[in-house]
Structure formats: C-alpha cells, structure tokens
T-cell receptor, first 113, second 110 residues
Framework: DAGVIQSPRHEVTEMGQEVTLRCKPISGHNSLFWYRQTMMRGLELLIYFNNNVPIDDSGMPEDRFSAKMPNASFSTLKIQPSEPRDSAVYFC???????????FGPGTRLTVT | GDSVTQMEGPVTLSEEAFLTINCTYTATGYPSLFWYVQYPGEGLQLLLKATKADDKGSNKGFEATYRKETTSFHLEKGSVQVSDSAVYFCALNRDDKIIFGKGTRLHILP
C-alpha cells in the first residue's frame, strides 16, 4: 500500500493568495483527519470526516479555512486568503473506523510570506 | 476533559543507554493508548498501542504497559540507537478522535 499521499510537499505563497492542500487516504479507510503542526501550538486537529461527511470542524481556526471530501479517495483543505500565521506543516491522516489508530501522510509544509 | 501529559524534552542520551519517557493520562472509561513517533521531515507513525489495562504494547525494542491504577503508559527501551532520535507522542483515543500529548524530542548521541 502506498500509504496516505499528500500534495504538494512544500508550498510557498504570498499573503492573500489561495492555497489548496490535497490528500489521498489509504484505500479502504473510512475516516480522514486534517491536522496542523507548529512549534508554538504543537499538533492540532482541524477537522475530520467519516464516510466523506464532516463530523467535527471545531478545530478549524476561522472562516478562511475550508475542507471537502468529495469521495472516499480524495480530500482538500483550502485557505483563502492565506496569512503568514497560517505557516505550518499540515498533515492528513486516515483510519479504518473512527476509533482505530491513524496513519499519517508525510505532510505539506506551508510558508506564507 | 480527557488529556495526555508527557515529559518535556529534549531528552539527550548516549547510544545504548536505557530510555524512559513518562506519559500519564486523564480519561473517563477505558481508552486505547498509543505511542507515535515522528522522524525528522516525516509524518507521525504508530509505534505501539495497548487497548486495555495491563496490556503491553511492543515494537522495535520499545515497550509500554497500560497501567490503569497509575493512569500511565510510559515508553521504555533497553538500549537506544542513534536512529531512535525523533519526537515521541503519547496519545489516547476518545470517541472519534485521538488526543495527543505535546511530544518529547529525543536525541541519541553516538
């Protein structure tokens, strides 16, 4: 299995631009999670989906952030407009069933200048 | 609410030293407990897990025992290697989510 796939691996953009991060979960997994990791705040859960339906988005920092999961094999996290404080590593993780262990992708390192 | 507390790092050891990273948790009921490891530039990987009291999880020479009486899940390894240098996260599952500790950075010196 290829594991969780994320793209791009690195993204550098200017403040105000739209950023779209992509994730392909492990085939057969029915739960998908988006996390953000920074030195200051550590690992934060942003949103998670179960069977393509958003279950809890209470971790999404503000309306500039949105996430979709149009099908079982693809999810996006969008930031519009981006700000320098959004600079972080964004991880996608998937699991089979919501309470099982999660498998993480390699992350997208986002830098907003 | 449920939470995980683990020892702050960084922890610096010499190769072949004994490792302990402390982890305690607060939770209602009986969550599953996990240790994840994050190597530089990579995502988190599941290292080991335990699903009920007195279970011992083990992998790659690492061990941790689910201690309900002390609400602990300490990570141990008898002889660390340079390649074990990474950040280690203790975690528990609660309902639909995994709650992570803040992570402990481990440096192993040759």
């Amino acid at each position: 299995d290829a594991g969780v796939i994320q793209s791009p691996r690195h993204e550098v953009t200017e403040m105000g631009q739209e950023v779209t991060l992509r994730c392909k979960p492990i085939s057969g997994h029915n739960s998908l999670f988006w996390y953000r990791q920074t030195m200051m705040r550590g690992l934060e859960l942003l949103i998670y989906f179960n069977n393509n339906v958003p279950i809890d988005d209470s971790g999404m920092p503000e309306d500039r952030f949105s996430a979709k999961m149009p099908n079982a094999s693809f999810s996006t996290l969008k930031i519009q407009p981006s700000e320098p404080r959004d600079s972080a590593v964004y991880f996608c993780a998937s699991s089979f069933d919501r309470v099982r262990e999660q498998y993480f992708g390699p992350g997208t390192r986002l830098t907003v200048t | 609410g449920d939470s995980v507390t683990q020892m702050e790092g960084p922890v610096t050891l010499s190769e072949e030293a004994f490792l302990t990273i402390n982890c305690t948790y607060t939770a209602t009921g009986y969550p599953s407990l996990f240790w994840y490891v994050q190597y530089p530039g990579e995502g988190l990987q599941l290292l080991l897990k335990a699903t009920k009291a007195d279970d011992k999880g083990s992998n790659k020479g690492f061990e941790a025992t689910y201690r309900k009486e002390t609400t602990s899940f300490h990570l141990e390894k008898g002889s660390v290697q340079v390649s074990d240098s990474a950040v280690y996260f203790c975690a528990l599952n609660r309902d639909d989510k995994i709650i992570f500790g803040k992570g402990t950075r481990l440096h192993i010196l040759p």
